[in-house]
């Protein structure tokens, strides 16, 4: 069977001299988290955006379930995106206009889900956000702001999870919280990464690998 995830000799520079990444090699399968350490500026953001399908390396491929991401047309990528990727943006990316509920169901309302709204309630209900729900992004605090993204990324139910510093804006009781939760989705047989400089991250019982150079070592390996 392919890995859920693999990428191959993945290159990326913004500015075709240097380069942020350079060989990155993955390989995930179902059921497997990685966190993907690195100080600011490593690549770790651009290395998910990659592995999300939002962005495109100079060099290299990237696999979803054996499958050739870069080959799709734009229209088949979103769908990907759409049905089998969820994504936590580290700045969030919430839709303003929209309160939060009506954020959380987005994914839903793209794939005209007829489950939008019970799902969505759910959603709303796991993260404690049921007070919040009819607000709208602006006004609420960065973390819950960052609970709302959570929410939003687990709508569609993807087997492959990206999550970029997803307990950077949270204080200590709620981020054990978010992990535990992460490890609850790899244990349902979802592949997880998380991009993260949160020492709170490295209690995560899966292997860590640092950004550093460009290059994606694994733990212990090049150390400076
Ligand atoms: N759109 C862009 N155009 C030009 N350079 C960029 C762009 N995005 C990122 N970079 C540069 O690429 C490098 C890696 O950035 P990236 O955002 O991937 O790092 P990061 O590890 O996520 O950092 P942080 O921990 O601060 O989030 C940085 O030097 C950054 O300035
Ligand atoms: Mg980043």
């Given at each position: 069977?392919?890995?859920?995830?693999?990428?191959?000799?993945?290159?990326?520079?913004?500015?075709?001299v240097?380069?942020?990444?350079?060989?990155?090699?993955?390989?995930?399968?179902?059921?497997?988290?990685?966190?993907?350490w690195?100080?600011?500026?490593?690549?770790?953001?651009?290395l998910?955006?990659l592995?999300?399908?939002?962005?495109?390396?100079?060099?290299?491929?990237?696999?979803?379930?054996?499958?050739?991401?870069?080959?799709?047309?734009?229209?088949?990528?979103?769908?990907?995106?759409?049905?089998?990727?969820?994504?936590?943006?580290?700045?969030?990316?919430?839709?303003?206009?929209?309160t939060v509920?009506?954020?959380?169901?987005?994914?839903?309302?793209?794939r005209?889900?007829?489950?939008?709204?019970?799902?969505?309630?759910?959603?709303?209900a796991r993260f404690?956000?049921?007070?919040?729900?009819?607000?709208?992004?602006?006004?609420?605090?960065?973390?819950?702001?960052?609970?709302?993204?959570?929410?939003r990324?687990?709508?569609?139910?993807?087997?492959?999870?990206?999550?970029?510093?997803?307990?950077?804006?949270l204080?200590?009781?709620?981020a054990?919280?978010?992990l535990?939760?992460?490890?609850?989705?790899?244990?349902?047989?979802?592949t997880?990464?998380?991009?993260?400089?949160?020492?709170l991250s490295?209690?995560?019982?899966?292997?860590?690998?640092r950004?550093?150079?460009?290059?994606?070592r694994?733990?212990?390996?090049?150390?400076?």
């Open positions: 069977m392919p890995a859920l995830l693999e990428a191959r000799d993945l290159w990326k520079s913004y500015d075709g240097d380069y942020v990444l350079r060989d990155v090699h993955l390989s995930l399968g179902a059921g497997e988290g990685l966190v993907v690195g100080r600011n500026g490593s690549g770790k953001t651009t998910l955006n592995l999300g399908g939002l962005d495109w390396p100079d060099r290299g491929e990237i696999f979803l379930r054996g499958r050739d991401v870069a080959g799709l047309t734009p229209r088949e990528r979103a769908a990907v995106r759409l049905h089998e990727i969820g994504f936590v943006f580290q700045e969030h990316n919430l839709l303003e206009e929209l509920r009506q954020n959380v169901q987005l994914p839903l309302r793209l005209r889900a007829h489950t939008m709204e019970a799902r969505g309630e759910e959603l709303l404690s956000l049921e007070a919040l729900a009819d607000r709208r992004p602006p006004t609420l605090s960065v973390g819950e702001r960052q609970k709302v993204a959570v929410a990324a687990l709508a569609n139910e993807p087997d492959l999870f990206l999550a970029d510093e997803p307990t950077a804006s204080d200590e009781e709620t054990p919280d978010l535990d939760l992460f490890e609850g989705l790899r244990a349902e047989g979802r997880v990464i998380l991009a993260s400089h949160d020492p490295r209690a995560l019982p899966w292997p860590v690998r950004l550093q150079g460009g290059r994606l694994s733990e212990g390996e090049g150390e400076e």
